[in-house]
């Protein structure tokens, strides 16, 4: 069951950190057992980084998209393996993984082996009579990369592609609970004729390791999904050498249901919508704000469906619903939950976490939650929803952005004008109109406030791992330049 815990340098490295026992939340059985990397193991990981750099950086994008087109090709032959290692290490139900993680990934793989040929900027032109400009595109250097245990090849295709796909090399540090599909997608990537060095893996805890990378003095850049806490901790470590970051955060997405929404098609939206994942999804729908004509209606239609939802074995193509990523992270939802009745909430279904091994916890509707209250507005990151109505569309749209998170929303609504003002005014980085969680690799995916800055997937993405440079060129030749007046005349 051990094994290699890291990949540096185009090569499997076994660290020597503290052994690391990977937990199936299922059944709490062992997955894989593996040796943590330790600090001295990111500084060899980013030496290694910095020697590819010219190499990748200098390739032609023809050249990095070839590259990046067969790794998508190869991640797509190797599906029933990463779908196997994301349920078991996630507890993820195989019916997602198959149809939304894994071929999201390669999806997004492919998108970005093409992006890597569509470089873009003003056209080169003479601004100036006496010159000509130009711009030019450069990949920002070595990335540092840490990403969460919720969808982890998603989340680390979503930040690896696009730094690539620019020409800069990465160094990427999983959640140490779920490192398997991350050092999958390196080997794939070397196979695929990654350079060594361009792609680097350290899997460890995110207070040495994490830590060691995101104030690394020799990166470039760190970009990071996760937590709103240990983001601005990552940022503040990135500040000390004023690196770039990017950063995508928490959330808390409200779903806004006007009176004249299709009830029917909002109480599956929210079902679906609260429950990807096991809720584990920082977009997922956590706050229903109901219109008061729909709202006994639109609770009893969510809780009939709650209780509907088959919660079991994550390798049963029949199960809709996993265990929660740890028991400690059971017992924090759970203890959420549990408080909510002291604020007024009114748990109508759900609640309960079943008896045995893995950390399941049943689906959870809590309704006429006060504003101020816990559930109302911290991110619960289980399969809660929780509800209150509104009286009028602007008490609507105040409680949809009552919040210091801005990630994802949604409204529904039939009104052609509510849903344009919905879209205008929800504060939030993605804006569904009659939907809640559908995501392209063409559009970007980012927050707002406490959800973060700066864009994953699409061009938007790309541009993050790239620098602008103006080249202004001469072309009069004289070397009694007009604008010299303007400094010294000669005499
Ligand atoms: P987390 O913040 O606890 O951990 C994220 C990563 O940071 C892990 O790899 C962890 O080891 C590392 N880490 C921990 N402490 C660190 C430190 N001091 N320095 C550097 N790295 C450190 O988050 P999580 O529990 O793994 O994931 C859940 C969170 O991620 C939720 O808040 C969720 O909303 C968010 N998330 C956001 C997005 C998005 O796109 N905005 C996507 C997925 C998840």
Request: negative net charge; glycine residues 10%.
């Amino acid at each position: 069951m051990g094994m290699a815990s890291s990949w540096i340098d185009g090569a499997p490295v076994t660290t020597a950190g503290a052994t690391h026992t990977v937990i199936n939340p299922a059944d709490g059985n062992a997955v894989a057992e593996y040796a943590l990397a330790q600090p001295a193991d990111v500084d060899r990981a980013v030496a290694s980084a910095r020697a590819a750099l010219p190499g990748w950086a200098g390739a032609t994008p023809a050249e990095r998209s070839a590259v990046l087109a067969k790794l998508a090709r190869l991640a797509d032959e190797a599906t029933s393996d990463l779908v196997a290692e994301e349920v078991s290490q996630t507890g993820k139900p195989v019916r997602l993984a198959t149809e939304f993680d894994v071929p999201g990934s390669v999806d997004n793989i492919d998108f970005f082996a093409g992006a890597a040929r569509h470089l873009e900027g003003k056209a080169s032109a003479e601004y100036s009579p006496d010159h000509t400009s130009a711009i030019r595109r450069e990949a920002v250097g070595v990335v540092a990369t840490i990403t969460p245990w919720n969808y982890p090849l998603q989340m680390a295709v979503w930040k690896v592609l696009p730094a690539l796909a620019a020409g800069c090399s990465v160094v990427i540090k999983p959640a140490e609970i779920t490192p398997l599909t991350t050092l999958t997608l390196a080997r794939l990537a070397s196979e695929a004729g990654l350079p060594p060095g361009v792609l680097n893996v350290v899997t460890g805890s995110g207070a040495d390791v994490g830590s060691a990378l995101a104030g690394h003095a020799d990166v470039d850049m760190v970009t990071f999904t996760g937590s709103t806490p240990v983001g601005r901790r990552v940022m503040a470590a990135a500040a000390v050498h004023g690196h770039r970051t990017q950063l995508e955060l928490g959330g808390k997405a409200p779903f806004v249901v006007f009176d004249d929404a299709d009830l029917d098609a909002a109480i599956q939206g929210a079902v679906a919508g609260a429950l990807i994942n096991t809720g584990q999804d920082c977009t997922a729908a956590t706050r229903a704000i109901v219109a008061q004509p729909l709202y006994d209606d639109f609770v009893a239609g969510v809780a009939e469906l709650f209780d509907k939802v088959v919660v079991g074995d994550p390798q049963d193509p029949d199960t809709d619903l996993g265990p929660l990523i740890t028991q400690a992270h059971r017992s924090k939802v759970a203890g959420m939950v549990s408080r909510a009745p002291q604020e007024g909430g009114r748990i109508v279904c759900g609640g309960v976490a079943p008896e045995g091994p893995g950390s399941f916890y049943r689906p959870t509707l809590i309704a006429d939650v006060a504003e101020s209250s816990e559930v109302w507005r911290d991110e619960i990151f289980g399969p809660v929803l929780t509800v209150r109505s509104f009286t009028d569309d602007d008490d609507a749209i105040r409680q949809a952005n009552d919040t210091k998170f801005g990630l994802a929303g949604s409204a529904w609504t039939r009104d052609v004008y509510r849903a344009q003002r919905a879209s205008r005014e929800i504060h939030a980085g993605c804006v569904w109109i009659n939907d809640h969680i559908p995501i392209i690799s063409e559009m970007p995916h980012g927050g707002f406030g406490a959800s973060g800055f700066g864009k994953d997937m699409s061009q938007y993405s790309l541009e993050e791992y790239l620098s602008i440079k103006h080249v202004m060129s001469d072309i009069t030749g004289v070397a009694e330049k007009d604008w010299h007046r303007t400094v010294f005349t000669k005499r």
